[in-house]
């Protein structure tokens, strides 16, 4: 039972890799946008005010904030691709279809019910526990409901693909069926989701008291809050209520009464006061985004295995810096929330900790999630704030405790985060494979059998070709699924004993890695190659 559970558990996580492949490209574009729109950036670089500059940077913005912003759609399509066994184009469009068919039967199912909430003139759904996706009103579950959703997809679609009739009924045979049964299971879900979810929103929505009259412990649970619900979408309850309602505080401005901590702070920036309320910790969320996931990056490249370090950097880099800069942080938050549930759990109990001790400290300083521009904007408020130079020094602080933390924590329990996918190239029978395929490939006939490409089969760069790499899996009948990483190709197999290593080494490999049917070839950087030359090896077969 736990083999099979630990089974499922290494499938799921591969499965959720996919679609988290290209958010480092998203990274460094929203990054560069960023830089390129930002005041603090044009005013030393005077060129990048001319309008056509701020237009491209405008537009890359919303252009790739499109994706981060809809990332429940990329899940919901992403994984049925990845957890089909076979047809899986078919999975991604079914899953795809499949969503569109809950998000449309959630908002009839609010609007028959009366339930559909009405925008707000400042904060349009924030607040209401709904949202838009893909222009359609629904119970707000943000990612998590694409993620649940798309899960589902996959295992109906692997149930069901094979299905077969006979006569008339031959056209509802295989995906077509797929399809009819996930109509039904799209209407359910929303049924499911629209009963259940608002009441779990209710719940986090009565801790808005709690939180209010709690102290520095109440700052701890809301910041704790906002980080552990944000795959829910529940977050936005958590802090909407303090941003921009009373809950986060009241000032009187002349004549009338400003609420909430956003309003609040930008009304003390323009007004003579001494120092900022303490509405401005409700602000605070922002510290994490600019400073801890610095550390947290960190620890990935320092613990990514030797020979996936150099992919890890390129990958982490451009998201430590679209955190830091432009608050934006699911796409790393991705890709180590359900590899490593604990890590996620300390991180979200670190970043709460750290509001807390902004107060218990007195640091009042401005802290937006954009740390180019919480140095300016701190610069020209600095008679309104207290130990401004002590913030930094705690968020240097947190960087360090979040690399301590997760870097223990990593190797004590082996986590599979970005660059620790499977086990090192130097472990076990890897690094007997690594030596025996250099050894090899220094030999005569090894160079022989290395140039020679026989007829059909695709050469692949570095050596040997993609019909190598399959007879040494013993053969397209043997393997079940080809998959690969960011620096491994993954198959699936049904028999390992019929795994010959010296066909497999006839291509440039660092290590051939084992775990019972399931048998990893570390190829590096250029894995998506070799990747595309073996599935159309196979469709050749």
Request: aromatic share 10%; net charge positive.
């Amino acid at each position: 039972m736990k083999e099979k559970i630990m089974g499922n558990l290494e499938k799921f996580a591969k499965a959720m890799v996919q679609p988290l492949m290209y958010m480092s490209a998203a990274g460094i574009l929203i990054a560069i946008s960023v830089l390129i729109t930002n005041n603090t950036i044009k005013g030393a670089l005077p060129f990048l005010q001319w309008g056509p500059i701020q237009g491209l940077g405008q537009t890359l913005y919303n252009a790739v904030m499109g994706i981060i912003n809809n990332l429940s759609v990329i899940f919901v399509i992403g994984l049925p691709a990845a957890l089909a066994k076979n047809e899986k184009h078919k999975a991604a469009i079914i899953g795809f279809m499949t969503y569109l068919m809950y998000l449309f039967s959630s908002n009839t199912l609010l609007t028959l019910t009366g339930k559909l909430a009405e925008p707000q003139p400042m904060l349009g759904l924030f607040g209401t526990g709904q949202t838009q996706i893909l222009g359609i009103q629904c119970v707000d579950m943000s990612v998590f409901g694409g993620i649940i959703l798309g899960c589902i997809v996959g295992w109906v679609f692997n149930k069901t693909f094979e299905k077969r009739f006979k006569g008339a009924m031959q056209i509802y045979s295989g995906a077509n069926f797929s399809f009819m049964c996930l109509v039904l299971i799209s209407i359910v879900f929303a049924l499911v989701t629209n009963t259940v979810w608002p009441v779990v929103q209710g719940g986090i929505s009565a801790l808005g008291s709690v939180i209010k009259n709690s102290g520095a412990l109440g700052l701890f649970l809301y910041g704790f809050l906002e980080r552990f619900l944000l795959p829910t979408g529940l977050h936005h309850l958590v802090y909407t209520p303090f941003q921009f309602s009373d809950l986060g505080g009241t000032i009187q401005a002349g004549e009338n009464v400003i609420a909430g901590a956003y309003p609040i702070v930008m009304a003390e920036m323009n007004m003579p006061v001494e120092r900022f309320s303490d509405s401005i910790y409700y602000m605070a969320i922002g510290f994490t985004k600019m400073f801890g996931y610095i550390g947290i990056g960190g620890a990935f490249i320092y613990t990514a295995y030797p020979e996936n370090r150099k992919k890890i950097i390129s990958t982490i880099v451009p998201l430590v810096v679209t955190a830091s800069i432009a608050g934006i942080t699911e796409p790393l938050d991705f890709m180590f929330i359900f590899a490593a549930p604990l890590l996620y759990f300390l991180h979200a109990c670190i970043a709460g900790a750290f509001i807390a001790l902004l107060k218990l400290f007195g640091v009042v300083a401005l802290w937006n999630g954009n740390l180019l521009t919480t140095i300016v904007t701190n610069i020209a408020n600095a008679e309104k704030g207290n130990r401004v130079p002590l913030m930094f020094v705690m968020g240097i602080l947190q960087a360090l405790v979040y690399f301590v933390v997760f870097t223990v924590l990593i190797k004590k329990f082996n986590y599979h985060t970005p660059g620790r996918e499977g086990e090192p190239a130097s472990a076990g029978i890897a690094a007997k494979a690594s030596v025996s395929n250099a050894s090899a490939a220094k030999t005569p006939v090894a160079k022989a059998a290395a140039q020679a490409v026989p007829a059909g089969a695709i050469a692949l760069e570095g050596g040997g070709t993609a019909l190598d790499i399959i007879q040494g899996l013993g053969g397209k009948a043997n393997i079940n699924t080809v998959e690969n990483c960011i620096t491994r190709l993954r198959v699936n197999l049904k028999d390992p004993s019929l795994i010959n290593e010296a066909l497999i080494n006839r291509t440039e490999n660092r290590g051939i890695v084992k775990k019972k049917n399931d048998i990893q070839i570390i190829y590096g950087l250029q894995v998506a190659d070799v990747r595309r030359a073996v599935d159309e090896q196979l469709s050749k077969l």
